[in-house]
């Protein structure tokens, strides 16, 4: 039986085109002509030995293989960076200082600073999880090398902007808020302390649709707020990434709700060219974060399979 030996240069085309939304934007990035792109992915299912793709409506979209060989290509591509990294940057010593927003501090922090340290073990990182006003502060005042924040219009000299992403109504995973739009009670909202994005994003959308609205909890902190909305106390507001299992994000037609904005998410930097150190830490998060969004928000999926329908 053949050994099969995947291109990993066929492999981060095709998971840059996931991550970007659109093969044609990756080729850009790649530094290749759209055709090259075509044909890697072409390659790409003859050494697979399956369909990577699959027609869905007026496009195309990853068929259950495409989905396992995405998973399997982010891993790859994931361990040859780290490796070349390790070999190349051996002597890469010094101190960083980061930021995260409360969604990220579970889910993608740990990951982050174990790709790093396995690559970078003489490197200290002091890492804050906060909120927005203080990432802000912090960066702004040199008190943080890197800071990952929503987007609340304010621009920092060294910003960059990953993504967008959907906000959503959260419930419990199990059972349901004892509310319905038809009951004539104002919704109960569960909420982090003011001042938050998304709640005031939540507030005004209610407001403009002429729903009635109430706190019914207020948590300092992102893990009494997933407490609350799991026990039913209200409906929550966050984004896709970094749910526990206990809550699940609610479909708004089904429940009455009105539609939310998106929220973009930005990398601060505090120096327009960070040290070696933080570069380095902010090219790794930068790829997680792209990973993290693309797997939270599956419909982001489609526009990049769109490319060559």
């Known amino acids: 039986m053949r050994r099969t030996?995947?291109?990993?240069?066929?492999?981060?085309?095709?998971?840059?085109?996931?991550?970007l939304g659109n093969f044609a934007r990756a080729a850009d990035r790649l530094g290749r002509s759209t055709s090259a792109v075509s044909a890697q992915l072409k390659k790409l299912e003859e050494q697979a030995g399956t369909p990577i793709f699959r027609k869905a409506g007026r496009g195309l979209a990853l068929t259950d293989a495409g989905e396992t060989m995405l998973a399997y290509a982010r891993r790859l591509l994931e361990l040859n960076d780290e490796a070349a990294a390790a070999v190349q940057s051996v002597e890469l010593e010094g101190w960083v200082r980061l930021g995260l927003q409360e969604d990220f501090g579970e889910t993608l922090l740990p990951e982050v600073l174990g790709r790093f340290a396995r690559a970078h073990p003489k490197v200290r990182i002091e890492a804050r999880v906060v909120r927005n006003v203080e990432l802000i502060e912090r960066v702004t005042t040199g008190k943080l090398d890197l800071a990952l924040a929503w987007s609340d219009g304010t621009l920092t000299p060294h910003c960059e902007k990953i993504a967008e992403v959907p906000m959503r109504w959260i419930g419990p995973a199990d059972g349901a808020v004892d509310w319905n739009l038809g009951s004539g009670e104002p919704v109960p909202l569960a909420s982090l302390e003011a001042p938050c994005l998304l709640r005031t994003a939540a507030t005004k959308a209610l407001d403009t649709a002429g729903i009635p609205w109430r706190l019914a909890f207020v948590s300092p902190s992102l893990g009494g707020l997933w407490a609350a909305t799991a026990a039913g106390l209200g409906i929550s507001i966050r984004t896709p990434i970094g749910l526990p299992r206990k809550v699940k994000p609610l479909v708004a037609a089904d429940t009455g709700l009105p539609d939310l904005p998106s929220l973009g998410l930005v990398l601060h930097r505090s120096e327009a060219e960070p040290g070696p150190a933080a570069a380095r830490l902010a090219s790794i998060m930068l790829q997680s974060v792209r990973e993290a969004v693309a797997d939270a928000v599956p419909s982001a999926i489609q526009p990049a399979a769109r490319a060559y329908a």
Not at 6 to 19: I, P, Q, W
């Open 5 to 19: 030996i995947f291109d990993l240069d066929v492999l981060r085309t095709f998971a840059t085109g996931m991550e």
